[in-house]
């Protein structure tokens, strides 16, 4: 089975001018999943992973419980679910069962209590545990984790678990309720796994995210997809993000002297997109091969080890000033602001107040460029706030996070 992805590209000029020294290039590359494979999206094994611990109490358990019971009638008859509960215990409410059987599922959900403590490990050992159970070739397997909590002195063994889950074809979606969860915790977990996260303001707002979660998992159709550039000689790699449907930092690794490996993970039915910055050796006027772009993919209960290939190819000219194209430098803005958004407010990062008000500032000039006046104010904001020596609340924090990974991308040009 053959053609179930395609690949596009666009470079950020149709022309490179002919320098005596070295340039940068944008390379956009889209993998889009053909209509057929679309059609024949497979059913899911999903381990539903859920924080109970007392800070649930209330509100919160209550749209917990509503959001659970609700994704039960998202899920069609042939897909699997998992019920798990964790504090600083854990309780394996419904093993991998089939969602037709949603009377014992309901009868389970509303069993949920607040309660303890939280020990995250023990909720993601016991789920990966039920997505074995129920992993096939014709399935999609996927952990969904919510927690609005620190887990106590288990990260480490929190991250070893997401790194088993990237081992079993079993990408982490972790959701963040409130303000007080570990940002950086749930991105490496999203990032270990091939997964993602996501940011809760308020309990209200768990059912549409569980909503949006579970449509997304149902539109998968191809699953753990690679790219692979295959560049020519002298030209060099600078750095590789996802822009759709997210912006995210991809780590890509060398497989050869000019082989460069990136782990997309899965291709819903809308595909995914990348942004790799090149640097271009001098040329004489003419077109060249620059790379070819290879994505090895599966299909679930249809094939593994498929492939999709493209050729790129950059003309240079003698022209002293040539044209750009816009929607791929739009992009290059909107990855540039989350690039000086996401290291201004890194917990991790080890800038001064002072490095960090730049670089909130920059990234609202680029928002600006970009068109995103709302969210350039709200980085403009927050960088006075910095340099009047005030500290950032949590939820300023991850609200700017957010919003940046989720602007919207430009149509391929």
Not at 346 to 364: F, I
Not at 366 to 383: P, S
Request: aromatic letters at 4%; charged letters at 25%.
């Amino acid at each position: 089975m053959t053609g179930e992805v395609t690949i596009q590209y666009a470079l950020n000029r149709p022309r490179f001018p002919t320098l005596a020294t070295e340039q940068v290039a944008y390379l956009y590359l889209e993998a889009q999943p053909a209509a057929s494979a679309v059609a024949a999206a497979a059913p899911l094994n999903l381990a539903l992973v859920l924080d109970r611990s007392g800070s649930m109490a209330g509100q919160k358990i209550r749209d917990l419980r509503q959001a659970a019971r609700l994704t039960l009638d998202r899920l069609g008859p042939d897909d699997l679910v998992s019920l798990v509960l964790f504090d600083d215990t854990v309780d394996v409410l419904a093993a991998a069962r089939p969602a037709a059987d949603r009377a014992a599922l309901l009868a389970q959900i509303e069993r949920s209590e607040e309660r303890g403590g939280t020990q995250m490990s023990l909720g993601l050992q016991a789920g990966l545990a039920q997505l074995r159970a129920g992993l096939g070739p014709d399935r999609v397997s996927r952990l969904l984790l919510l927690t609005d909590g620190e887990t106590w002195d288990d990260e480490e063994r929190c991250r070893e678990l997401a790194q088993q889950a990237t081992a079993l074809g079993a990408p982490i979606t972790a959701l963040g309720l409130g303000d007080e969860w570990n940002q950086a915790l749930l991105t490496d977990l999203a990032d270990l796994s091939g997964g993602n996260w996501e940011f809760i303001d308020t309990p209200d707002r768990i059912l549409a995210a569980f909503q949006h979660v579970v449509v997304t998992m149902q539109r998968t159709v191809v699953t753990n997809a690679t790219l692979i550039l295959r560049l020519v000689r002298h030209v060099q790699p600078r750095g590789v993000w996802r822009v759709r449907p997210l912006i995210d930092r991809l780590s890509a690794r060398a497989v050869g002297e000019r082989d460069v490996q990136v782990a997309l993970g899965d291709l819903q039915s809308e595909g995914q997109s990348v942004l790799v910055e090149l640097s271009l050796p001098p040329r004489a006027p003419g077109d060249y091969r620059l790379a070819q772009a290879e994505v090895n993919y599966d299909v679930p209960g249809a094939g593994a080890g498929l492939k999709a290939t493209a050729d790129i190819v950059v003309t240079f000219t003698a022209e002293a000033a040539t044209a750009v194209n816009g929607a791929v430098m739009n992009t290059v803005e909107r990855v540039t602001a989350f690039k000086l958004m996401t290291r201004a407010l890194d917990e991790r990062e080890t800038a001064d107040a002072g490095q960090r008000t730049q670089r909130l500032r920059a990234a609202a000039t680029r928002l600006l460029d970009a068109g995103e006046v709302q969210l350039a104010q709200e980085a403009q904001a927050a960088a006075a706030q910095l340099d009047a020596g005030q500290a950032l609340s949590p939820h300023a924090t991850k609200r700017l996070v957010s919003a940046t990974r989720r602007l919207e991308m430009s149509d391929l040009g």
